[in-house]
């Protein structure tokens, strides 16, 4: 097995809190009764109840009566400003998130203060994106420049995750917007702090020095209002919440520190230091773990003064993970005594109010290390300490997918539950890539396809390093299929439920074959029959293929293709599945929507011996 190896710095106690962050301010939802949240109103835009988009008609978008999507019917592309669409909110800094749904071949943007794109694009089955692509943030444009160099400091989605015209897709951008002195001088240009598709970070922290093309505004602001695009083809929105932050954040002064030298495993330390003598004391510019210099068993009692100008509810988040502590502000536990990780919350006035953080270290392979984390009204989190510990360099372990196609490992599904609360996990999967970029994990112990992705192949980092726990992960846009369950069984009639396991099905896996180029088709038995499974990506790199072929089938043998909320059969021949994904099925499989304990399966009785249909996403 060939692997690449990349090298990075990780940081032990960001890594740590990397999925957990505190709460935060709470975001505000975007009406869409009707159109009063913009101005003007458009004739191109409406507020519908849903929309529908055929993945094979160019721009056609289907709207339903009712309320809380957001359409754009543009038919074919009529350029003009006069199509986009500006909110009466005006922002600065700034976080949302929206659902959204781009017809075949269309072409729309998310304008952070009108002037700064995010593309929304129909990149269906493009490999190497580029800046008009889906997620990437479009280029500025200057007709001044020669021929060939116009457009300039775009950055490419550094991977295609978006999905098929006409499903939804899922956008989370942080905003940061430039700064001015008081003269109205531009000290500071935007930024991208991160930009998320379907769940895939394409941007982290990407500078932007003035705006893009065809903004609203050529200027720059500490404020502007969100632009969508309406111009380039037809699109929907929905679900368009937003964070503001333009409070001014808390400070830390008058910091002093006293060291005790010993070892304290119980964390809250406050009894026991007050008849302590301290070994160093001192004041610090900032909050660090590095002032003292002893190495290991001891306690630093951190006293200062946070300035609070907003009064509201704060949250903190703490980590120390070379010892534990507690924390105090205005003489109340906000978090704690704990070890490693811990967190609080803590309704504070405004005001200048007495800090008081304990750490005590007793970890001795560990650096000193401290990371307080805090956000409230009106600003984003930010970290108040100055340093963090470091652990060694890590070189993260990504499969090289033309080196390395098929590799077996567990697989947690993260969105599906496991039986003690965590993600599900497959314990004999099967990861499979292709040059078409489009990936798939298969569950050996229930003959079932698990989930699809595109874009990049597998990080193993967690399979090989340390001591590993033998998992791999997906590093593209992930298209679950639900809990893994048989994809063959015999029903006792039309509203038995499906089987939860492999009990009383003779399953018996039979590993997998190899063909002429080098693709598996997965083999077992079940129900007295050996199935053979061949699941390939489809050369434009719009999904899969699967055809399933049973010997010595007998009669009433059942195939379940999907099992979602909601199935929907198109006009195309398409079945719609949550709104996600697609399912084609060949001729010579007739597939049903059937409706047990609220949740929606599309079956398909056995015919002639195979099962085959196309999953697009």
């Known amino acids: ?80 400003d006069q199509y986009n669409l500006l909110t009466n909110m005006e922002h600065g800094d700034l976080d949302i998130e929206l659902d959204y749904m781009i017809a075949k071949g269309s072409n729309s943007g998310v304008y952070l203060q009108g002037r700064y794109e995010v593309q929304l694009y129909d990149s269906w089955g493009v490999k190497n994106p580029t800046v008009t692509d889906n997620g990437s943030i479009y280029e500025r444009w200057d007709e001044a420049r020669p021929k060939g160099t116009k457009g300039f400091e775009g950055y490419p989605a550094h991977q295609n995750a978006g999905r098929a015209p006409g499903l939804w897709q899922h956008l989370k951008i942080s905003f940061q917007a430039p700064r001015f002195d008081a003269t109205g001088k531009k000290i500071a240009n935007a930024r991208m702090l991160r930009v ?56 830390l002064s008058d910091i002093s520190f006293s060291v005790y030298k010993g070892r304290f495993d119980k ?41 609070v100008a907003e009064p509201g509810e704060y949250a903190f988040d703490m980590a120390l993970h070379s010892g534990g502590g507690n924390l105090k502000i205005n003489n109340q536990t906000v978090v704690k005594p704990f070890q490693w990780e811990g967190k609080g919350t803590a309704t504070l006035p405004a005001g ?27 600003f984003r989190q930010f970290v108040m300490s100055s340093a963090i510990g470091e652990e060694p ?108 396991d492999t009990t009383g099905s003779s399953f018996r896996p039979k590993g997998y074959v190899l063909d002429a180029n080098d693709k598996p088709t997965f083999r077992y038995y079940t129900n007295g029959s050996l199935v053979n499974d061949a699941v390939r990506p489809l050369e434009n790199g719009q999904g899969v293929h699967r055809e399933v072929t049973i010997e010595n089938a007998g009669s009433g043998l059942t195939a379940r293709l999907a099992e979602a909320g909601v199935i929907k059969q198109l006009d195309n021949g398409l079945y719609l599945i949550d709104g996600l994904w697609y399912i084609r099925p060949d001729s010579g499989t007739s597939p049903v929507i059937r409706t047990v304990n609220g949740r929606q399966e599309l079956i398909a009785p056995v015919a002639n011996g195979k099962v085959s249909y196309s999953l697009l996403f």
């Not at 065809?214 to 720059?220: K, L, M, R, V």
């Not at 109010?353 to 009106?378: C, H, N, Q």
């Not at 992960?473 to 063959?488: E, I, N, T």
């Open 1 to 80: 097995m060939l692997l690449r190896f990349a090298s990075v710095s990780c940081w032990l106690l960001g890594l740590g809190l990397a999925s957990a962050q505190p709460t935060g301010p709470k975001p505000t939802r975007l009406p869409l009764n009707d159109l009063s949240a913009f101005r003007p109103a458009r004739a191109n835009w409406s507020v519908v109840g849903d929309v529908m988009a055929n993945p094979y008609q160019e721009s056609a978008l289907t709207v339903q009566p009712g309320t809380s999507v957001l359409a754009n019917q543009m038919p074919k592309p009529t350029y003009g």
């Open 393 to 500: 360099e890590t070189d993260p372990i990504l499969v090289d997918a033309n080196q390395t196609p098929i590799l077996r490992s567990f697989m947690d599904l993260s969105g599906v539950p496991g039986p003690k609360g965590g993600p599900y996990r497959v314990v004999h999967a099967v990861s499979v890539s292709g040059p078409e970029q489009v990936y798939y994990t298969y569950d050996l112990d229930n003959g079932a396809l698990v989930q699809v992705w595109r874009g990049q192949f597998l990080d193993s980092t967690p399979m090989w390093h340390d001591r590993g726990d033998g998992s791999s992960r997906p590093m593209g846009m992930v298209q679950h299929m639900g809990k893994p369950a048989l994809f063959l069984t015999k029903l006792a009639n039309n509203q038995a439920e499906w089987p939860k």
């Open 352 to 378: 200048n109010l007495p800090f008081e953080l304990t750490y005590t270290k007793t970890v001795d392979w560990l650096p000193p290390s401290m990371r307080l984390a805090i956000s409230g009204p009106g």
């Open 267 to 307: 964390f809250d330390q406050e009894p026991v230091l007050s008849k302590l003598a301290f070994e160093e004391k001192g004041t610090a510019p900032e909050l660090t773990p590095s002032v003292s210099h002893l190495s290991n068993d001891f306690v630093v009692q951190y006293k200062g003064i946070l300035k």
């Open 196 to 251: 998320e598709l379907n769940g895939v970070l394409l941007h982290e922290n990407v500078e932007l020095y003035g705006p893009t093309r065809a903004a609203a505004f050529t200027d720059e602001k500490a404020v502007g209002p969100l632009m969508l695009q309406g111009d380039h083809g037809s699109v929907a929105f929905r679900n368009i919440q937003y964070t503001s932050y333009d409070k001014v954040r808390p400070a």
